[in-house]
């Protein structure tokens, strides 16, 4: 199936969603119910059961999502989100899910940076990103445990200068089969 038949039949479905007031069933507010920030990976089994597996519905929490659900630097966009959830939407704790089975567990930069270049991706793209100081391979690169990864991502967030101390910052990973959590770090007793 063709990209642009894939978008016609998103497109599709969606007039009719809207025209049938599909929608009316989801209503709710900018802030989150339970006054959280999640912040998972975006892996594809997660999509429904993550919410499903704890009792979450439209309109709860904020959920942020990227590969691995890592914090990997202080100052990009996912720790903006959390502290602007926090600042500004309500959020009063913040969730670090991550899963066994991750993409990004075991993630060597090395394939990553062969498939761009069978892709088309020059080697003098490579020599001028590295001359202008970007380190793509620890960029590309994943975790080796995904524990020790919550609980750095916790970290983080935690000791961020601009995080306020009275918010709780939990540390977990889900089974991406049955959606069972395993506590990692419990904010509520740091
Ligand atoms: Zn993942």
Same mark, same amino acid.
């Given at each position: 199936?063709s990209? @642009?038949?894939?978008?016609?039949?998103?497109?599709?479905?969606?007039?009719?969603?809207?025209?049938?007031?599909?929608?009316?069933?989801?209503?709710?507010?900018?802030?989150?119910?339970?006054?959280?920030?999640?912040?998972?990976?975006?892996?594809?089994?997660?999509?429904?059961? +993550?919410?499903?597996?704890?009792?979450?519905?439209?309109?709860?929490?904020?959920? &942020?999502?990227?590969?691995?659900?890592?914090?990997?630097?202080?100052?990009? @966009?996912?720790?903006? /989100?959390?502290?602007?959830?926090?600042?500004?939407?309500?959020?009063?704790?913040? +969730?670090?899910?991550?899963?066994?089975?991750?993409?990004?567990?075991?993630?060597k930069?090395?394939?990553?940076?062969? @498939?761009?270049?069978?892709?088309?991706? /020059?080697?003098?793209?490579?020599?001028?990103?590295?001359?202008?100081?970007?380190?793509? =391979?620890?960029?590309?690169?994943?975790?080796?445990?995904?524990?020790? @990864?919550?609980?750095?991502?916790?970290? &983080?967030i935690?000791?961020?200068?601009?995080?306020? =101390?009275?918010?709780?910052?939990?540390?977990?990973?889900?089974?991406?089969?049955?959606? =069972?959590?395993?506590?990692?770090?419990?904010?509520?007793?740091?």
């Amino acid at each position: 199936m063709s990209n @642009s038949t894939l978008l016609n039949e998103l497109l599709d479905y969606n007039k009719k969603f809207v025209e049938q007031h599909e929608y009316e069933k989801y209503e709710t507010t900018k802030f989150p119910n339970k006054r959280m920030v999640i912040l998972t990976c975006m892996d594809t089994r997660l999509l429904e059961l +993550l919410p499903k597996a704890l009792n979450l519905g439209n309109g709860d929490v904020k959920l &942020i999502k990227d590969a691995g659900g890592l914090v990997s630097h202080p100052f990009g @966009s996912v720790m903006r /989100s959390i502290l602007i959830a926090v600042y500004q939407l309500k959020a009063q704790e913040v +969730l670090v899910i991550a899963h066994y089975d991750c993409g990004m567990s075991g993630l060597k930069a090395e394939p990553v940076i062969e @498939s761009m270049k069978e892709r088309g991706i /020059s080697d003098e793209t490579f020599d001028t990103l590295t001359y202008s100081g970007i380190n793509i =391979k620890q960029w590309l690169h994943g975790f080796d445990n995904v524990a020790e @990864s919550v609980e750095h991502s916790v970290d &983080i967030i935690k000791n961020h200068p601009l995080m306020p =101390k009275d918010v709780p910052v939990h540390g977990l990973v889900i089974d991406p089969k049955t959606g =069972k959590l395993d506590l990692i770090v419990d904010g509520n007793k740091n």
